[in-house]
């Protein structure tokens, strides 16, 4: 597996000095006091709310190193996506799409919904320590509402991503109500051809940082272009959550 990240950060920094001065949005307003920077950045969280205690204290927490995987032959995730009417809606701490519709994902311990996906830069999980600089989170409910699975698509850069090109351009500047998409998402489209990945148990890389979370990376990055990912971090410049102690994990990687 190709590891971009010191092309991608040439590319990156190319891609954003052409497109300008980038100004961060105003974020959309949050009872919840976090952030990824100052008294109120990752390394904080635990201490914002009792709620968020997990975020200091827990032992399975996410974003991870993916280094020293097992291999073997995982079962098949079995994705039911179909191109359908979506929202965009930015969050104060991301841009999330939000599909309309009954998406889900089968997995080897059940069915789940698709509840939104959204973005972050650069890159939560790490390989080897080398980071991506655009990755998509695919959040996944069971039928309490409880996230159980979460899948992870990297972005190298590269070509112009069509899926990316509408969704970049219509994500709004300030935080708000949800702004339907035109037309329909191809929601499938978002995910890599081949579906080879890494799984462990984990958590949410937000508070409240709630672990018995599944986490599956898949191995396959999809590309975005310089001046998509501008696009992007011209609303976030960086929301990524360091990486967490493993604490004795296991990552099984599918062959």
Known sequence: MKHPLSVATIAGMLALASAGPIHAATPAPDESPWSYEGATDPSHWGELSPEFTPCATGAMQSPIDVQGATPGNLPALA?????????????????????????????????????????????????????????????????????????????????????????????????????????????????????????FSGSLTTPPCTEGVQWYVMKRPLTVSGQQLAAFRTRYPMNARPVQPMDGREVRSGD
């Open 79 to 199: 994705f039911h996506y179909r191109p359908a009417r979506a929202k965009i809606v930015n969050t104060g701490h991301t841009i999330e799409l939000r599909p309309l519709g009954d998406h889900t994902l089968t997995t080897p311990t059940g069915t789940y919904r698709l509840a939104q996906i959204h973005f972050h830069t650069p890159s939560e999980t790490r390989f080897a320590g080398k980071a991506y600089p655009l990755a998509a989170h695919f959040v996944h409910e069971d039928h309490r509402g409880r996230v159980a699975a979460v899948v992870a698509v990297m972005y190298r850069l590269g070509k112009p991503n069509p899926q990316l090109a509408t969704l970049f351009r219509t994500m709004p500047r300030d935080g708000g109500q949800p702004v339907p998409m035109p037309g329909k998402v191809n929601i499938g489209g978002l995910l890599p051809k081949s579906l080879e990945c890494y799984t």
